[in-house]
């Protein structure tokens, strides 16, 4: 009995010893991720880090000297580029290895080895869009130019020496918990890098609903309703700036293109609320007679935070600011001579041409009067516990036809909305080398320097902002161009025809530009980027007017401007929307039919200061109120066709605003449902009642549930959605369509201002930290600050012996 019993127990301990070394669907392998030694509990990480460390490593040229601050924010000082670059990739995989690791494989279309066959739709939607092709190009370019190639394979060498040292039991947590090991990092991986941004930032389109609304309304309609210049607009470059070039002739129209459209098409539509501000003042405006620059990019939020402060300097650079992990450099930033910044431009460098294959083997295609061979790409996707899958996929002269047959299109996110049959002409697949763009601004000393920096950025577009101590302001709109037929890309294009190829580009010394402008200010805000007065056809549709001119108009008053002025500014929740509109729908109101409840309301939202506090019941009681008005208005016309099996592209909120303003008796007010005439106060009238008792329902009487912080639940999410490892809902102010420009997931990434002067000064935030490790104090320690619109001073090292009080630990790199 004894012998079965111990043999039993035996047993019982072996099974259980197989199965914590086994995983089970999506958990790791239990046993790994709970042992002491080398489970999760090794990534416990103490505020109080005080230590001076002593490195030897391979690849070095000299000594590197890091000196960390009180908030752990690496500051580096080389005595070479190598070695520079080296000790920053080194610092920031120690931070971020496994955010650098999970978004090249997200960009390279390699999920599915890590998580298995769950994620290969989304693995063969970012190869097919040509990702990694385009990496592949950009990656070529780089590495014709010595210095960009020095650049990137040192910062590579310091990630992998990292890498190559860091023992499993040390691993970042979602390693263990996806139990997978982190692999050698290359300079691929930095120009996948710049890919995923290009996809952020330029990588949605509506040509095909608006090609399809063309079809459906006519051209009178649809010119009407999608304008090619928006309504009330305050663009980057002042209205009646004059051009001092000559333009290039313009490519002409192909012919008509519309009846031989064969499909109904579906693409992914432009995401609303990503874009960002900045701005900048003259020392004439300033109190201490010097430029002021501001900037806080619009992105969504996660956790780890998307940015990674640093300072960077040796013999010819000394800059701080923040860099995107897994890239070289800093990326917005500033010196002791000029400071930079960007937002997103919004350029129509992304459009879908229709093929016609010549039979359904798909091995040709018809273009320019005769049949041309396509080309192939075969990708290898690896799944994690099944077979490689080796994936085909056609590439024209024009680019990858992404699902050439509908049975390839899987029906997942952004796969789901790609047009079958279709090519992809896109900017992020071209050749480029936007690294050596910010190695120059690093270095820069006037604002020369930044205009020979920014002609080597292509994509994605971004409106470069520009102040130095040279007392110059200056923004550009800046990429490359095609050199493009007025609305060539608004609507999808003839694959067969050449005339609807891109045609060249536009000049880079003639992309809209504007430099100490009278007003003594510039600023963007993802608005339009010109006046109709440039000749140049860069899009027809950007994002609102509504943060560009209150902006603006806050810019106008401000004299003796301070830093703390414009942090103030960079956290206003004016909203200038409400300001338009809000008077007319509250005039069409019938305050004699309401109800006690619905009169309460009104009274609120009559006296709203139409500020989107996190307090106020007003914006809360707003936004839902527009948000019923608005599909009142055009869900009969535009919602999803389903007998005719269309999507068409619904008009923006702003056109939406003209018309509410300047059409009372419109025929859009009439719902085509219903027996009735609908008017334009029978529409506001009925949402406002659909407003009332939504909110009733959903929330009780009016009182702290109404509040607009409590309503719209932002929060920052992990960068793998894992529970635990996000921030939760936290009440705080901010709309899309406000200066700050929180919404529930999207919002400020980086707040930064820099006072120039004779000694310059920074100041900034991140929602979030410098660690990637949600088990360190520093992950998240700067949350609160930038949820109450605080900035912290950035401290700027003038050589590695400065600001010992505020110096936590330092390490030194030596070679070997």
């Keep these: 009995m004894k012998f079965f019993k111990a043999c039993l127990v035996l047993v019982v301990t072996l099974i259980l010893i197989g199965a914590l070394q086994t995983k089970f669907g999506d958990l790791p392998p239990i046993g790994k991720f709970l042992n002491p ?48 670059y080296f000790a920053q990739g080194y610092v920031t995989a120690h931070d971020r290895l496994w955010q650098m690791d999970i978004q090249t494989r997200s960009a390279s279309g390699r999920l599915a080895e890590i998580v298995g066959a769950k994620a290969l739709d989304v693995d063969r939607y970012h190869r097919r869009m040509g990702m990694v092709y385009g990496a592949e190009n950009t990656l070529k370019e780089c590495m014709k130019d010595p210095q960009s190639k020095l650049v990137l394979e040192a910062y590579c060498a310091g990630v992998n020496e990292y890498i190559h040292h860091l023992p499993s039991k040390y691993y970042p947590i979602e390693f263990k918990l996806l139990d997978y090991a982190p692999e050698d990092y290359t300079p691929l991986n930095c120009a996948l890098v710049l890919k995923l941004m290009s996809e952020t930032l330029a990588g949605g389109s509506d040509d095909f609903q608006l090609t399809n609304t063309l079809k459906y309304f006519g051209p009178k309609v649809t010119a009407d309703l999608f304008p090619d210049y928006p309504f009330n607009e305050d663009p980057i470059i002042p209205a009646g700036t004059k051009w001092d070039f000559k333009p290039l002739p313009l490519p002409k129209p192909s012919k008509a293109f519309l009846d031989e459209m064969t499909d109904t098409i579906h693409t992914k539509p432009k995401v609303e609320g990503i874009g960002s501000n900045n701005w900048a003042i003259a020392g004439s405006r300033s109190a201490n007679g010097y430029p002021i620059l501001a900037n806080d990019p619009h992105l969504h939020l996660t956790y780890p935070s998307i940015w990674y402060q640093n300072q960077l300097a040796a013999p010819g650079v000394n800059v701080n600011g923040v860099s995107l992990p897994g890239t070289p450099g800093i990326i917005i930033g500033y010196n002791q001579k000029i400071g930079w910044g960007v937002t997103n431009v919004d350029a129509d460098v992304l459009d879908w041409y229709q093929i016609r294959f010549k039979d359904l083997a798909k091995n040709e295609y018809w273009y320019n009067n005769r049949w041309v061979p396509v080309k192939k790409r075969i990708e290898e996707i690896k799944i994690r516990g099944q077979k490689t899958l080796y994936d085909t996929v056609i590439y ?16 997942m996110g952004k796969a789901a909305n790609v047009p079958v049959g279709h090519a992809l002409r896109w900017i992020a697949h071209d050749p480029s080398n936007e690294f050596k763009t910010f190695y120059l601004l690093n270095r820069g000393k006037n604002y020369e320097d930044y205009r020979e920096a920014i002609k080597y950025f292509f994509a994605p577009a971004q409106n470069f902002i520009y102040a130095g101590n040279d007392q110059n302001i200056a923004i550009t709109p800046n990429g490359k161009f095609p050199l493009k037929y007025k609305d060539q890309g608004k609507f999808i294009l003839d694959g067969s025809d050449p005339a609807d190829d891109w045609q060249g580009w536009i000049p880079m010394d003639q992309n809209p530009t504007v430099k100490n402008p009278p007003q003594g200010f510039i600023s963007s805000a993802n608005q339009s980027s010109t006046d109709p007065t440039y000749p140049y056809y860069i899009n027809w549709h950007f994002g609102s007017y509504t943060r560009g001119k209150r902006i603006n108009d806050r810019l106008r008053t401000l004299h003796h401007a301070t830093v703390d002025s414009l942090r103030v500014l960079q956290t206003d929740d004016y909203s200038v929307f409400a300001q338009d509109i809000l008077a007319t729908m509250l005039n069409d109101l019938d305050v004699s039919k309401m109800d006690n409840g619905q009169k309460q309301v009104y009274q609120i939202i009559g006296k709203w200061d139409k500020q989107y506090s996190a307090g106020s019941m007003g914006a809360s009681i707003f936004e839902l109120w527009w948000d019923n008005l608005y599909n009142a208005i055009w869900t009969d ?111 400020p990434s980086w707040r930064m201002i820099v006072q120039f002067g004779p000694r310059v000064q920074g100041y900034g935030v991140l929602p979030g930290g410098e660690s990637g490790n949600p088990g360190s104090y520093y992950y998240d320690n700067f949350l609160k600050t930038w949820q109450t619109g605080q900035l912290k001073p950035l401290l700027f090292l003038d050589s590695s012996a400065d600001g010992a009080a505020h110096i936590k630990t330092t390490v030194t790199l030596n070679n070997k």
């Design 396 to 411: 024209t002269h024009i680019g990858p036809v992404v699902y050439p047959a509908a049975n390839q299109k899987p029906q």
């Design 37 to 84: 030694v080398t489970g999760f509990w090794q990534n416990a990480e103490s505020r109080n880090i005080d230590a001076q460390l002593n490195l030897k490593m391979e690849g070095l040229q000299g000594k590197v000297t890091i000196r960390y601050d009180e908030e752990m924010i690496p500051h580096i000082f080389a005595d070479n580029d190598h070695d520079l």
């Design 637 to 747: 016309d535009f919602m999803v066709k389903k007998q005719l099996n269309i999507q068409l592209k619904w008009p923006s909120r702003y056109r939406t605003v003209q018309l509410l303003l300047t059409e009372k008796e419109s025929k859009w007010y009439d719902d085509s449902r219903t027996q009735e005439i609908e008017t334009r106060a029978s529409l506001i009238n009925r949402s406002f009642d659909a407003t009332v008792d939504s909110m009733t329902r959903k929330y009780g009487k009016p009182g702290t549930a109404w509040q607009w912080g409590a309503v719209k639940g932002s929060h920052i999410s992990h960068l793998a959605n894992i529970n635990g490892f996000g921030s939760g809902n936290f009440s705080a102010g901010g709309a899309a369509g406000v200066v700050n420009a929180l919404s529930e997931e999207n919002g």
